[in-house]
Nanobody, 127 residues
Framework: QVQLVESGGGLVQAGGSLRLSCAAS????????MGWFRQAPGKEREFVAT????????YYTDSVKGRFTISRNNARNMAYLQMNSLSPEDTAVYYC????????????????????WGQGTQVTVSS
């Protein structure tokens, strides 16, 4: 079992930046691939970014490529999502998630593959 707690959300103007953090406790953090997902009001949850167990591999949804950066610190049991050049379309609740059975050093965008989820943190971008 692993517990995930997100933080760092808030209200920011368009063009601004936020850094989300995900603190993990429980089992060995470096065994998990980590992902960030988001859900906007009235929309389905969508994949944002993922990072492999070692941090060597990262993947992003097209809409955030070049603006968002996912990272992790296995020594501190932390995952991060640096979000730059934010737009109102990025407004959503952001969730971090852990995949406890990744294939090798891969990471997946498929939400059903993730076993543990945080409670979410709200990101609101004003125009």
């Amino acid at each position: 079992q692993v517990q995930l707690v997100e933080s760092g959300g808030g209200l920011v103007q368009a063009g601004g930046s936020l850094r989300l953090s995900c603190a993990a406790s429980g089992r060995t953090f470096s065994n998990y691939a980590m992902g960030w997902f988001r859900q906007a009001p009235g929309k389905e949850r969508e994949f944002v970014a993922t990072i492999s167990r070692s941090g060597a591999n990262t993947y992003y949804t097209d809409s955030v490529k070049g603006r968002f950066t996912i990272s992790r610190n296995n020594a501190r049991n932390m995952a991060y999502l640096q979000m730059n050049s934010l737009s109102p379309e990025d407004t959503a609740v952001y969730y971090c998630a852990a995949d406890n059975n990744p294939t090798g050093n891969s990471a997946t965008s498929q939400g059903w593959r993730y076993d543990y989820w945080g409670q979410g943190t709200q990101v609101t971008v004003s125009s």
